[in-house]
């Protein structure tokens, strides 16, 4: 098995055992209040920034939560106590290696401690206060117990040289070296560049101060959130930023990216039912990495604060707590573009049955702006794609829909080369040529050779291609070969040059996305003929209910 189908497989399987699961929520279940979302999912993160529009808390609980306030709008930064190089501002984690010359300032990750050990803050920071007046650059550091340490230095024999100098100069202090620990965490305030506090700690919160009305924000890579930000360390030596949310708040932003605003409100109001049930339905997939859905299209896209709008608010508001059920049981509330006119079974697509999951007329979506489109790739991009995937087949001789669904979805295409032959089933051609090019498998395939013939044994005029023809001439009946790869064909009124073999594959196709569940242009027009969104749901969802 190639490594490309290897990778199809593990896919299936994992949209097979997280997606397509029966899951067995019943109706008296209660969604929670609040979500935890991961906003840098996939991303490798030394370094988080995090600004406020408002004053904030920084919260550190260990059982018996610590509140360190700030008196206007924080500019913080997160980042892993290790090395760092500051270069015309700009500030990267490095490998430190002492025999390299390096420009601009080198920070490190052995530190000072001042004094003993402390059992709480309160004391530790009355301590702070009296040692700041001698060493002015000293800090909180928490790792399980309260400590002053000064400092971000580069190596044991830097800590030696300062210590020397303190206890010279501030002999009243004792003094010693921590070494470095890569589970640290550095808080840096970015207004002044210095460190605030080093803890050792899984997780740290930060919150807007003044929150009542929701609207006083996170900011975090440009992008505003509403709640509260938490930053974790993770195993492989990575931040994670996670946003700390009440449920509906998330699913304002997740409506808005989903829909345009201005649709009609009982398509707002569907949306925002099969929002809430898929974030519910998901909500496993990440709590291994200490959060519950991620912010991609993996879970749900939910780009926070700036996708918002009044009216996809409303209707997140209008259907608070409404979810749907099938057989008392949630119902996975999968949902797409547009379908072409009619939505699909889900075995079409994945592999499991789903009851309420099965194919609609949906002439509602029809004249959306994907209803048709076209996808034109030539023999020499599709053998490209074709080897990015690890898929060697050669020169492609042809491309054959082998199987379709009753609805008229592609089940098996096979991709025919000089060297080998291969069979693609379902959604694996979409994620070959990617799934915005290739906009659904509701497709037929023209190419550059067809030609239009009388087949004798089916009394019939049908499309075909040349390779492999037999025709009738003055020599009898013969198998269609020449040597440059061309043929002439006699119509009634011309005669046309075709290439026996394709050279260009056209893709006329029908809709956006895999077609099952709810058409959110079906929608749409569903609400504008005066469907209210019940039954915009229960429709779609064969055999469902909105409770």
């Excluded at 490309?4 to 399987?13: D, V």
């Excluded at 509602?364 to 023999?379: A, Q």
Aim: charged share 25%.
């Amino acid at each position: 098995m190639s490594k490309y189908m290897k990778n199809l497989l593990i896919i299936n399987i994992l949209i097979f055992f997280l997606i397509l699961l029966p899951v067995n929520v019943h109706a008296s279940f209660e969604a929670p209040e609040r979500i935890r979302v991961g906003l840098n999912y996939n991303a490798t993160t030394d370094i988080v920034n995090i600004s406020s529009t408002s004053p904030a808390y920084v919260i550190i609980d260990e059982g018996n939560p610590v509140s360190l306030s700030t008196s206007s709008p924080i500019k913080l930064s997160f980042r892993l106590d290790g090395y760092y190089n500051v270069v015309k501002n700009e500030i990267k984690r490095i490998q430190y290696v002492k025999a390299v010359k390096y420009e601009g300032k080198l920070f490190g990750p052995y530190h000072i401690q001042i004094g003993d050990n402390y059992p709480d803050y309160e004391s530790a920071s009355k301590f702070l206060n009296q040692v700041k007046s001698s060493i002015s650059d000293s800090y909180l550091a928490y790792d399980g117990e309260w400590k002053i340490w000064t400092g971000l230095f580069l190596d044991e024999k830097e800590c030696k040289e300062k210590m020397s100098a303190y206890q010279n100069k501030y002999n009243s202090f004792t003094y010693k070296i921590v070494e470095p620990d890569s589970n640290r965490v550095q808080i840096i305030d970015n207004k002044d560049n210095s460190v605030i506090m080093i803890y050792k700690n899984q997780e740290i919160s930060i919150k807007p101060m003044d929150d009542t009305n929701g609207n006083n924000l996170l900011e975090f890579n440009n992008v505003k959130y509403r709640g509260n930000i938490c930053i974790k360390t993770q195993e492989n030596g990575s931040l994670s930023v996670i946003n700390d949310i009440e449920l509906d708040k998330y699913l304002y932003s997740v409506v808005g990216s989903e829909v345009n605003p201005t649709w009609h409100m009982e398509a707002l109001k569907a949306q925002a039912v099969a929002a809430r049930n898929y974030a519910l339905i998901t909500m496993g997939k990440h709590d291994t990495e200490g959060f519950h859905l991620c912010s991609t299209t993996h879970c749900q896209v939910y780009k926070g604060y700036v996708k918002e709008h009044e009216r996809t608010n409303q209707a997140v508001e209008e259907t608070k707590g409404k979810l749907l059920y099938y057989e008392d049981k949630l119902a996975s509330t999968f949902y797409h573009s547009s379908s072409g006119g009619h939505t699909e079974n889900s075995e079409n697509i994945w592999n499991d049955i789903v009851p309420y999951i099965r194919g609609v007329e949906d002439p509602y979506s029809l004249g959306s702006p994907n209803d048709n489109w076209i996808l034109e790739l030539n023999k020499a991009e599709i053998k490209k794609k074709l080897e990015e995937n690890n898929m060697n087949i050669g020169d492609i001789i042809d491309i054959n829909i082998i199987e379709t669904s009753e609805y008229g979805r592609v089940k098996k295409i096979d991709f025919i080369g000089t060297k080998n032959k291969i069979t693609l089933e379902k959604e694996k051609v979409r994620y070959l040529f990617g799934t915005s090019n290739l906009k659904s498998i509701w497709y037929s395939i023209k190419t550059d050779s067809d030609i239009n013939i009388y087949d004798i044994s089916t009394n019939s005029i049908q499309v075909k291609r040349p390779a492999g023809l037999n025709v009738i001439s003055s020599a009898g009946l013969s198998t269609i070969k020449t040597a440059n790869g061309k043929i002439n064909v006699k119509g009634l009124f011309d005669v046309k040059n075709y290439n026996i073999t394709p050279n260009t594959y056209i893709f006329n196709g029908k809709g956006w996305g895999h077609g099952l569940g709810m058409s959110q242009y079906g929608a749409k027009g569903m609400a504008e003929q005066g469907y209210n969104y019940i039954e915009i749901l229960e429709y779609y969802y064969t055999g469902t209910k909105v409770k």
